[in-house]
């Protein structure tokens, strides 16, 4: 099936930034929406970021508005997180999702990376 593989977390300060990566092993990658979520243990897993097909639209949670950019490049099946003003609450595992539909439900996405662990110290 579509694979999908995260990069980019580790350890940063707050009022720091980061950059996360998802490279999918899929060929009809432009077909696809794709979406960031996050999870830290004992809590449901929270929509953060997607994108369309095209890359032209965007939606954003709204603790992130602001702060996170999603974009994509679909030449090389990449989608890319670009989180900037870091605070301890933004500390999760983050994963990368992908679907047809335009949604912002984790129910609605067909797949999903194992994830990367973002921790931002205080």
């Known amino acids: 099936q579509v694979q999908l593989q995260e990069s980019g977390g580790g350890l940063v300060q707050a009022g720091g930034s980061l950059r996360l990566s998802c490279a999918a092993s899929?060929?009809?990658?432009?077909?696809?929406?794709m979406g960031w979520f996050r999870q830290t243990p004992g809590k449901e897993r929270e929509f953060v970021a997607v994108?369309?097909?095209?890359?032209?639209?965007?939606n954003y949670a709204e603790s992130v508005k602001g702060r996170f950019t999603i974009s994509r490049d679909n030449a090389k099946n990449m989608v890319y997180l670009q989180m900037n003003s870091l605070n301890p609450e933004d500390t999760a595992v983050y994963h990368c999702?992908?679907?047809?539909?335009?949604?912002?439900?984790?129910?609605?996405?067909?797949?999903w990376g194992q994830g990367t662990q973002v921790t931002v110290s205080s």
């Open positions: 999702a992908a679907g047809r539909a335009w949604t912002r439900r984790t129910d609605d996405y067909t797949y």
């Open positions: 994108i369309n097909r095209s890359g032209g639209i965007t």
């Open positions: 899929e060929r009809t990658f432009s077909s696809l929406n």
